[in-house]
């Protein structure tokens, strides 16, 4: 089975913050995706990487960057954070061909104050 | 508009109805499809892929009509354990994916 995991189920920062959401997946995946899910708005793709050391961005990378340094890590960076990136963060990660299913992990609920 | 619509929700239907979701899709470039099924406070796992000659995989149906940019799920004889939010997600061969907003159904004894 393939497994994803993320570094924290909870979180609660301040604003300001710098804050690191860590993602790991266990099927060399060469897809990874970071995505924030909120009411009324569905899920939403932040940043993608079809690579080690490569990146694009998705729908809304505003106020996020991410890091891939190795194959089954891809790392969402919240620079300072604010009160409106308080949402449900989920990662996520598929095999070849791009436009292949995904695998989600379980999910970070992040709370800015 | 929005790339992916889904019907607006909630579903409200007793044990052994047949319940059929809609969804359709605004990019021409779309090149695959898939049905996808959320709990409440889980993340979303894969439910089935879509084809254009249509899938079956027990109780459930997909169809795809790409003339059309429509996709349809059709559950057959719910389950108390079918409650959950279902979402379409359509791929384009650039890799993205995006999300329906997702349809809640209750399946009630």
């Known amino acids: 089975d393939v497994k994803v995991t993320q570094s924290s189920r909870y979180l609660v920062k301040r604003t300001g913050e710098k804050v690191f959401l860590e993602c790991v997946q266990d099927?060399?995946?060469?897809?990874m995706f970071w995505y924030r899910q909120d009411p009324g708005l569905g899920l939403r793709l932040i940043y993608f990487?079809?690579?080690?050391?490569?990146?694009e961005k998705g729908d809304i990378p505003e106020g996020y960057s991410v890091s891939r340094e190795k194959k089954e890590r891809f790392s969402l960076i919240l620079e300072s954070a604010s009160t409106n990136q308080t949402s449900m963060y989920l990662c996520?990660?598929?095999?070849?061909?791009?436009?292949?299913?995904?695998?989600f992990g379980p999910g970070t609920r992040l709370t800015v104050l | 508009r929005k790339e992916v619509e889904q019907d607006p929700g909630p579903f409200n239907v007793p044990e052994g109805a047949t319940v059929a979701f809609n969804c359709t899709y605004s990019?021409?470039?779309?090149?695959?499809f898939f049905w996808y099924r959320q709990d409440c406070r889980k993340e979303p796992k894969l439910l089935m892929s879509?084809?254009?000659s249509g899938n079956e995989d027990g109780r459930f149906t997909a169809q795809l009509n790409r003339a059309s940019q429509y996709i349809s799920l059709l559950i057959r004889d719910s389950k108390l354990s079918d409650s959950a939010t279902y979402l379409c997600?359509?791929?384009?061969?650039?890799?993205?994916?995006?999300f329906g907003d997702g349809t809640t159904l209750t399946v009630k004894p």
């Open positions: 879509v084809y254009s």
């Open positions: 099927m060399d995946h060469e897809n």
């Open positions: 996520a990660s598929g095999d070849r061909p791009r436009y292949n299913e995904q695998f």
């Open positions: 990019n021409s470039a779309s090149q695959s």
């Open positions: 997600v359509v791929n384009t061969n650039a890799g993205k994916s995006t």
């Open positions: 990487s079809y690579d080690v050391k490569m990146k």
